[in-house]
């Protein structure tokens, strides 16, 4: 299983402003000597050396996780504008695989924007499947490529498109099982645990981790125990987060108490916070391994998301 973030951002796009590109760029000027520009190889041993936050970004794209397993289709979480580049990949270079699957976890704009610009809406030989728990979410996405927000209706779409409102505990999709959890978010929210050929990623973003998560019963044992990846909300620093309670988010440390308790794999933390930069958001994945560390547990692995990034599970 391969995990690939098209969109990390939480809340709303964030692209990088042009003083930031200028203030990157002066930060190279001031590291870079002479001996670094002699050859084609001491230029790209003096760029490997660049920290994160100058040479790359997190990336401003809304959420949209891609869950790749050995099947021909495509397995979506949530439609942000991360969706777009997604769907022009698979226009442009995966023309064979017509057949997408879009879970929700809940109709915040963050996680529906990117539907009116996927490109696999313009080919008839596409099949588009979306789904959730909530009762009648077709009208939401509908909604919103209605006059006057969009120029063209769902309706007349090329693609085949198909709602289905998920009910029980889980959903088969060839090999993958996905199973969903309610969690703590204004309006609420679904978190998603996709398995596959033996192997598990769990999808949390906007949620706002409680003692509930804890809990040693059934319910949480079948879910989050022993995942191989959990992707989980971490938009706010700890203090940040103690004048933010109820608004749905979590911290990173709560994230990290979370993984500890029920042995996951790989922690990824995710749904930045559009008002952080790159800086303060590799700041956050510093902070929970030393958090990590201090609980003296050495078996997680803590990984920011980026976008563009792709993790094997
Ligand atoms: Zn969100
Ligand atoms: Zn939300």
């Known amino acids: 299983m391969l995990v690939k973030f098209w969109g990390v951002r939480g809340s709303i796009p964030t692209p990088l402003t042009s003083q930031q590109v200028k ?43 891609e869950v790749i397993t050995k099947n021909p289709i495509c397995l979506i979480f949530d439609a942000g504008t991360g969706l777009r ?19 929700f976890t809940h109709f915040h704009w963050d996680h529906i924007q990117g539907i009116p610009f996927f490109a696999p809406f313009f080919n008839k030989k596409n099949s588009i499947y979306f789904y959730s728990p909530v009762p009648q979410f077709e009208t939401y996405l509908k909604d919103q490529m209605k006059f006057p927000y969009f120029p063209i209706e769902m309706g007349f779409l090329a693609a085949r498109i198909h709602f289905i409102e998920l ?71 700890l203090t940040e987060h103690i004048n933010k309670i109820d608004w749905g988010h979590s911290s ?15 922690l990824v933390l995710f749904h930045h916070e559009p008002l952080y930069n790159d800086k303060k958001i590799m700041s956050i994945e510093r902070l929970s391994r030393w958090y990590l560390n201090h609980l003296k547990n050495k078996n997680i692995n803590i990984i920011i998301a980026i976008e563009g990034k792709e993790l094997k599970v």
């Open 23 to 65: 203030n990157r760029i002066a930060s190279v000027l001031q590291r870079v000597k002479p001996d670094d520009l002699i050859s084609p190889e001491s230029k790209e041993i003096f760029l490997s050396t660049l920290p994160e936050d100058i040479f790359g970004t997190v990336g401003g794209n809304t959420t949209c996780i």
């Open 85 to 103: 580049e997604l769907g022009n990949y698979y226009a442009r270079e995966k023309k064979e695989v017509n057949e997408f699957h879009i879970f």
């Open 252 to 266: 990173y440390s709560m994230d990290v108490d979370l993984a500890s308790v029920w042995k996951v794999k790989n």
């Open 167 to 237: 009910e029980g505990r889980e959903k088969k999709i060839k090999d993958s099982v996905i199973a969903w959890r309610r969690m703590k978010h204004p309006g609420g929210c679904f978190s998603y645990k996709v398995s596959s050929n033996g192997k598990s990623t769990i999808v949390a973003t906007d949620s706002e981790i409680t003692e509930k998560e804890f809990k040693q019963i059934d319910e949480n044992i079948s879910f989050f125990k022993d995942a191989d990846m959990l992707i989980l909300d971490s938009q706010y620093t």
